[in-house]
Structure formats: structure tokens, C-alpha cells
């Protein structure tokens, strides 16, 4: 019986009024003690009658709960077994020990008395998480949807009471399923090469071919239910639920081979690029994604499909070289933008990636070059030497006034103001720079870089000229410097350092070279360059040499035509060393791609890919976390050589079981 029932008639106001009573009895007492006597006598009356009621009350109160409580044991059984949701009870082991009859009828079984939690319920997530002494501890409560058969139910579990809440859920998993399926996906298709495979094709060759292209283009629609509207001669905007994505993205949209291959007959096949965006309720916001989609798949050279489904992106094709543009427009564009940058500065402070190589250098000290041009004080920051351009430095140190604007990532922030202005080469990500921080605090920022385009990215740069067709960002920076300033004279150490930032990037002008490759080049051997000190520079000793045979001797071949070359463990090998013994074994024959793994003197794993083209070595890094060109691409992890082979040819498989490894 509740407390509050039983003390509610001596509460403080009853004993307030039975203490009244008594003190007028008293005054009436003092003034007539026979009105006082028959006083006494009500008051006792009261009291008794009160007394009286209270136990009748009590007795009557404890009669009903007595009956209340043999009516609830008596259909308390009958109210569990017919509750909407199953209830089980489990043992220590994680055996069924009882539960209602809706259980049976959910799962259609007669018992599941005597039955493993795994049995019944398979799929059934970690009922307690490992602590540090080794031990398990059981979770307060594990929440899953699991399917037993062609059901799908939501299952509730309280370990600590092994107890189990079972609700039959297919209905509603269904409908999700089906809302899921029919939400709405938004797309951007474009023909990205036509200026350039239409060069030097009269109206009716153009119309015939663009015609070809966009029957395949209508026919692929048709069969994977998109609907296509056409905005341009070479733009696309595609709507399709996500169904229908999901058919494309096992298909690897091959849509993208089958215009290439169709067109191969041209002197520059061509290619599309499509962006798609699912996952958000506003349109407006899917079609931001959607080109967004679209620009990173541009970004990377085109002739692939980027997907960006809520935090994934996805990419798929990219099989083929990026096409060079034959037009100086872009670059003029972007050349004038930044002299007026520039001008209107404080300061210029240039920085590259952690480890910088040639290309790094010869890029920033052409920046550095058209900031002085420009009058405005500018500075490279560099966090020390490294083997790959320690003989560059050594040449730099001798010329004290160029040696004078390298500066360490400490002084560089010390420096950095509101109008400073950071120019990032080489790199377009904000982790892989020398210093993260700079780019944090940066109120302007240019980035300058010619790798493919990846998922991180810096979003904020006022100026952005990535272009993957270029052989290098020294080349990029060539072609800027005879924009920014018509008179443009470089010393012969600084167009030296461009030229060689260039040579290493196309190993000596044998890959990734396109027509403007070379005039960039002729534009610095006519400024001075010495290419006779890019030899020297780039030349090995032997100890390196030595050391790059040790590394290839252990070179396998799989996959038929891949080689493989792990080093052994305890042995540490810069970066520069394992890169250059995956070009020497590009060079084997038969062997279309190249794989070095070593051990890094900082303690991480490096992996260097080359390829001539067949294998798109960029996308085998990108699942590994690394990023890079179809040709050229890295990686370092933080594990063992002998891990990180496995995690690779891991990859390798995964490739040729989607899509096939070779093109």
C-alpha cells in the first residue's frame, strides 16, 4: 500500500486542528468546567470517529489490492504472451531459458527453449566490448536489424538483464529499401575533348561524329533508365534514382570505353566526364554536388565518373592519358589574375610538399621570380634538405641572394599577415604541405599543381591552376612567367632549376610530354638553362646504385606483367631510391607496371608505381590511401613492407575482379 495513503490523515494540518481543539477546550474549561467537560467530550468523539473511519479504510483499501493483485497474477501470463513484440530470457551461456508466445509466431517455430542466441539469432551483434585486462564487459543495451530468413526483424538487447525484445520490422525495411531505391540522383554529363578531337574536322565530320556519340550516349540511358536532357553540343544533365546508380556503378560505367573505343579512329578519341550527386533532400544542394562531382572528375584528367553519395566519392574509369590543351588562354587567364595578386600583397611566401623534390624547387623559385619581378618581397619555405635535391641546394647556397629567400615553416608563420599571399606548388593538399598551419591562417591562397585532382583538396584558394595534362608544375609555372611579364629574363640558375624540375618530372623528357612540354623547355634553354649542370644534378652515385640493385634483385613478376619488388626487412631506403628503381624496372620487358615497397628512413612504408598507361596506378594508390598520376602515383603507410604487399595485392585483385587490371 502507497506510504502517502496511509500518513495522509495525520498530515500537519489534522494534528494542527486536533491541537486547536484541545486549546479552546482548555479556555472553556477556565471558564466553565461543565462546558468544558462536555467539550472534552466531543473532541474525544471525534477523534474516535476519525480513529474508526481510518481503520475502516485501511482494512477495505488492503481488501481491494489484495484482489487487484490476484486479478494481475492471474492474467499476467496471458498479458506477456499476447504483447506485440517477442520477449526472450537468455543464461550465462547464451541460451534461450523462456519466452512469450509471440516469439513462436514471429519466427515460426514451435520453441526456442534450449536454442543459442547465435542459432536463432544469427547475425547478432558483440553482446560485451573487451576491456584492457582482457576480460569482457557486458554493454548496457545493443540495438541491431538483423534477417532470419526472408524477415527482417529489430532486435533490443539488455545484456545485463539477458533480455530480448524481438519486433518483425520486413514492412517498414522494405519500404526504407524502396525509399531508398527511388530517391532521386542528379547528374552533369559533358563531352570534355570535343575542341580537341574536333580539330581539323569540317561541319560534316563533326556533325557525323558527334551524332555517333550521342546515339551511344541515348542508347546507354535507355538501358540503365536515366533520363537525359541535352543542354549544349557537349552537356548533359542526367536524372535517375538510385536504383539505376547503383546499376551503373557495378556496369563501372561503361559508357565511357564504349564512346572512347568508338571514336578511336579520330587522331584524339573522345572522351566524357560525368559527375553524380545522391543523398541530400534539396535539389539545389544535389546540384552543387553534381558539379561539383563533375569538377573533380575534370580535375583528374577527365574520361571518368565521379559519385558523390552522402561522405562517399567514388570514382570509376580514367583510363586514358589527359588530353593536352592546345589553347594559351587558360593560362594567360590565370597568369594576369596572379600578377594582380601579387601586386596587391604584402608578402609571398611559397611552399610545396613534405619531401620536396626537383619540381618543387624549380616551381617555387620561378614564383619567386615573378614576385621580384613584381616588386614584392617573397620567400620559399623549405623544412631542410632532402637526397633528391640536395645537389640543387648545394648550387643554390652558392648564389647568397637567392640562398637569402629560403626560409624555415617557423619564420614563414612569424611573417604571415592579413595580405600575405601563400602560393602552394606541386601539392594541391592541405596535409601533404610543409606546413598545414600556413595554409590555416592564410587569408589568400594560389594553388599551382599538375596531379590528379583528389577528394581532400583546399576548398579556399582564391586561385586554382591544376592541369593533369601538364608534364610538371615547373612546366605550368614556365608558361605563367612569360605572362606575368613580357620581358621576363631569368638568370641562368633559375631557368636551370625549372628545366630540371621538368626532366626529372618526364624522366628525361620520355613520359607525360606534350607539345607544350617542349616549348617550355625551349623557353628556358633560350633563358639561360644549362642542361649540362641538370645532368650533373641528376646524375647517381654509385652507392645508389649498388643500393637500387639490392632493391630490384628481389623483383617478382604477377599477375602477368606487374612486377613486385619488396625489400627486406631491417633494410631502410630513401624515397628518391625506392621511385627510381620503379622507373628502372618500368623498363623491363614485358612489364607494364611497377610496384616498390620499402622501409623509409623515417620508419614508414613507401610504395612507388609506374606505368605505361595499361594500369592506372593512381586509382591502386587511392585505395591505399595515396594519390598521384595514371602513370605515376605513391603512397606511404604506416605498417611493414610485408603488410603493406599484401594490402596491395589485396587491391590489385579487387581491381582485376571489378574490372579487369589491363585496359
Known sequence: MPNFLLKRWYGYRTVWAFLLLLILTAFVTAYNWLLGLLSLCLVIVVIFVMLRAELKFRRELAEYTSTLSYRVGGIEGEITSRLPFGLLLYDKDRTIEWHNRQVSQLLGIDTAIGLSLS??????????????????????????????????????VYPEERLIYLQKMTEMAELRERYEKESLTLGILVLDNLDEA??????????????????????????YEVYLRRLSSERYMMLLNQASLEKLENSRFVILDEVREATSDLKVPMTLSIGL????????????????????????????????????????????????????????????????????????????????????????????KAAERLDVEASIVLAGDNPSIAKMMEHIRDDSTLEDQFISPDEALSLMTERTLLVVVDTH???????????????????IDHHRRSEEFINDAVIVYLEPYASSTSELVTELLQYIDDNMALTPLEATSLLAGITVDTKHFALHTGSRTFEAAGFLRRSGADTMLVQRILKENLNEYISKAEIIKHTRVVMGGVALAVTEEGHQFPQLLIAQAADT???????????????????????????????????????????????????????????????????????????????
Open 198 to 223: 574536333f580539330q581539323g574536322m569540317d561541319d560534316q565530320q563533326r556533325t557525323l561524329t558527334i551524332a555517333r556519340a550521342t546515339s551511344l550516349i541515348n542508347g546507354w540511358a535507355r538501358q
Open 429 to 447: 593538399k592541405q596535409s601533404m604541405t610543409i606546413e598545414p598551419k600556413l595554409v590555416q591562417r592564410a587569408k589568400q591562397v594560389v594553388v
Open 119 to 156: 542459432e536463432l539469432l544469427p547475425g547478432l551483434p558483440p553482446l560485451a566490448r573487451d576491456k584492457k585486462d582482457g576480460s569482457k564487459e557486458p554493454l548496457s543495451q545493443v540495438r541491431a536489424e538483423i534477417e532470419v530468413g526472408a524477415e527482417t526483424y529489430d532486435v533490443r
Open 585 to 663: 624496372l618500368l623498363n623491363m620487358t614485358d612489364v607494364n607496371a611497377s610496384f616498390v615497397i620499402g622501409s623509409r628512413p623515417d620508419g614508414l612504408t613507401a610504395i612507388s608505381a609506374r606505368s605505361f598507361g595499361k594500369i592506372n596506378v593512381q586509382v591502386v594508390m587511392e585505395r591505399l590511401g595515396g594519390g598521384g598520376h595514371l602513370t605515376n602515383a605513391a603512397v606511404q603507410l604506416d605498417i611493414s613492407p610485408q603488410e603493406a604487399e599484401k594490402k596491395l595485392l589485396a587491391v590489385l585483385e579487387d581491381i582485376e575482379k571489378e574490372e579487369g587490371l589491363f585496359e
Open 277 to 368: 550527386a545522391c543523398g541530400s533532400e534539396k535539389i539545389s544542394e544535389l546540384g552543387a554536388l553534381a558539379q561539383s562531382s563533375l569538377d573533380m572528375a575534370l580535375g583528374r584528367g577527365g574520361d571518368q565518373a565521379a559519385v558523390k553519395a552522402g561522405q562517399r566519392l567514388s570514382f570509376y574509369g580514367g583510363r586514358s592519358n589527359a588530353v593536352e590543351k592546345r589553347t594559351r588562354v587558360r593560362a594567360r587567364v590565370i597568369a594576369h589574375a596572379l600578377r594582380d595578386l601579387i601586386k596587391r600583397s604584402d608578402r609571398v611566401l611559397i611552399m610545396g610538399h613534405q619531401n620536396p623534390d626537383m619540381d618543387v624547387i624549380g616551381a617555387a623559385i620561378g614564383m619567386l
